[in-house]
């Protein structure tokens, strides 16, 4: 499976990993761990790993840094996400 960022073509894998996701700039790849495929948690790490997609498309992980892009990361997953599909349910529900 390929997702478009910004643009530039970026492939999903499902394989072996000792952590739930990652993603390679290099490579423009996002490697999902094999053993949560088809499940919620798989959902929410691809959609974890496309927000460090985004920042590596862009330059931001650079301007960034690891620690400080992980912690917006973070906050992108825990509380934009969330606030954003509750607000496209509720217009999905207006329409």
Do not use: W
């Not at 910004?6 to 790849?29: E, M």
């Not at 825990?78 to 217009?91: D, I, N, S």
């Amino acid at each position: 499976m390929n997702v478009e960022v910004a643009g530039k073509k970026i492939a999903v894998r499902y394989v072996p990993l000792d952590s739930l996701g990652s993603y390679d700039h290099n490579a423009a790849t996002i490697c999902i761990d094999e053993k949560i495929k088809g499940t919620q948690l798989a959902v929410d790490t691809l959609l974890h790993e496309l927000v460090h997609a985004a920042f590596g498309v862009t330059g931001m992980a650079d301007a960034l840094g690891d620690s400080l892009e992980e912690a917006v990361t973070v906050c992108v997953e825990q509380v934009y996400l969330p606030a954003a599909r509750k607000l496209l349910t509720r217009l999905g529900e207006e329409c």
